[in-house]
């Protein structure tokens, strides 16, 4: 298994903070956020290797953390605004050009916290192979739902339906920037490149893979903080501290 963690944003909500710093590197709870990820991804026996995929304005961070942090490899999508980059499927599509991977994938986004085992959702998703799997976390609140992607289950766990910030959420089931595309379904990223659908968030791979053929569901226990502006760094700093 290949891990690749998407860390090509620029961080424009949380301004000034990420001015000079990616995302991936504010603390929560005294530990960045990159940091309780990859600790978490290095639990999973079965994960070989962690691509940490960046920009050309953030690398040198990476470089520089990459010291510290063994069995870790850096790959800069070589963009330099927000204009001009790739989007996440475009990053993810870049790291197999260049690493020719023929394993499973675990996917996981820079600003992604949880508290639960991740080798939980990958026991959950090799049950499900040869099929794709998302994770998800129930927020419980409608209204609330309207804010990010949400899915809706049957009762094998099966996506039936996948609604991208719906005015009249059908679910409470957001999804969370956590994936697994097995090795048998590799072949499908390029082929949504060929589309003309976005290539920003993942989200849209995996709703496109929903309906294409199949994607299972599992629902994350524990809490998730999507660190996406202030509002949420300062409640997931002052949760883990």
Same mark, same amino acid.
């Given at each position: 298994?290949?891990?690749?963690?998407?860390?090509?944003?620029?961080?424009? *909500?949380?301004?000034?903070?990420?001015?000079?710093?990616?995302?991936?590197?504010?603390?929560?709870?005294?530990?960045?956020?990159?940091?309780?990820?990859?600790?978490?991804?290095?639990? #999973?026996?079965?994960?070989?290797?962690?691509?940490?995929?960046?920009?050309?304005? !953030?690398?040198?961070?990476?470089?520089?953390?990459?010291?510290?942090?063994?069995?870790?490899?850096? #790959?800069?999508?070589?963009?330099?605004?927000?204009?001009?980059?790739?989007?996440?499927?475009?990053?993810?599509?870049?790291?197999?050009?260049?690493?020719?991977?023929?394993?499973?994938?675990?996917?996981?986004?820079?600003?992604?916290?949880?508290?639960?085992?991740?080798?939980? !959702?990958?026991?959950?998703? *090799?049950?499900? *192979?040869?099929?794709?799997?998302?994770?998800? !976390?129930?927020?419980?609140?409608?209204?609330?739902?309207?804010?990010?992607?949400?899915?809706?289950?049957?009762?094998?766990?099966?996506? #039936?339906?996948?609604?991208?910030?719906?005015?009249?959420?059908?679910?409470?089931?957001?999804?969370?920037?956590?994936?697994?595309?097995?090795?048998?379904? #590799?072949?499908?990223?390029?082929?949504?490149?060929?589309?003309?659908?976005?290539?920003?968030?993942?989200?849209?791979?995996?709703?496109?893979?929903?309906?294409?053929?199949?994607?299972?569901?599992?629902?994350?226990?524990?809490?998730?903080?999507?660190?996406?502006?202030?509002?949420?760094?300062?409640?997931?700093?002052?949760? !883990?501290?």
């Amino acid at each position: 298994m290949v891990a690749i963690i998407l860390a090509a944003g620029y961080g424009t *909500r949380l301004y000034p903070l990420t001015l000079d710093k990616p995302k991936a590197f504010l603390e929560v709870g005294g530990k960045t956020i990159l940091d309780r990820l990859v600790a978490k991804i290095k639990l #999973i026996k079965e994960c070989k290797e962690i691509i940490v995929v960046t920009n050309e304005k !953030f690398y040198k961070n990476f470089k520089a953390w990459k010291a510290q942090s063994a069995g870790v490899e850096v #790959i800069n999508d070589g963009t330099k605004s927000n204009k001009t980059r790739l989007g996440a499927i475009g990053d993810i599509n870049l790291v197999l050009q260049k690493k020719s991977a023929k394993q499973d994938l675990l996917i996981a986004g820079s600003d992604n916290l949880f508290e639960f085992d991740l080798r939980e !959702f990958i026991r959950f998703a *090799r049950k499900k *192979r040869p099929f794709s799997s998302i994770a998800l !976390f129930d927020i419980k609140d409608r209204k609330l739902a309207r804010k990010y992607g949400v899915c809706s289950l049957d009762k094998n766990a099966r996506v #039936i339906e996948f609604e991208e910030k719906p005015p009249a959420p059908k679910s409470t089931l957001a999804a969370s920037a956590l994936y697994f595309i097995p090795k048998e379904k #590799i072949t499908k990223i390029s082929d949504y490149m060929k589309t003309g659908l976005p290539k920003d968030a993942p989200g849209n791979l995996m709703k496109w893979l929903a309906k294409t053929d199949k994607v299972f569901g599992y629902v994350l226990p524990g809490a998730w903080y999507d660190i996406g502006d202030m509002k949420s760094l300062k409640k997931a700093d002052e949760d !883990f501290k």
